[in-house]
């Protein structure tokens, strides 16, 4: 069983910080890319960053200079450093990453469960 869970949502004012965390967590034999997305309501879920695992790193338009992607390998860890929020960051956040459980020999795609940020102007 393979469980993705993210922490560190909350509310903050506009121009503050958060850093979500997600760990991936069960019989995993490998994990390879891991993401960030956001969902806000009335809108498609989104890409924010994508971090390979060679730490290539891929961000949205939207947030390139102000949110870091990073990864602890040996924590099975993904984080997201978001600094000088806006209103409009205000979502869901959901992490995901492509992995191999033990066992299975295939690489899927899991989802954690979302995490809520609400940045207040």
Known sequence: ???????????????????LSCAASGSIFSINAMGWYRQAPGKQRELVAHITSGDTTTYAGSVKGRFTISRDNAKNTVYLRMNSLKPEDTAVYYC??????????????????????????
């Open 1 to 19: 069983q393979v469980q993705l869970v993210e922490s560190g949502g909350g509310l903050v004012q506009a121009g503050g910080s958060l850093r």
């Open 96 to 121: 995901n990453a492509d992995l191999v459980p033990l066992r299975r020999g295939a690489e899927y795609h899991y989802w954690g469960q979302g995490t809520q940020v609400t940045v207040s102007s």
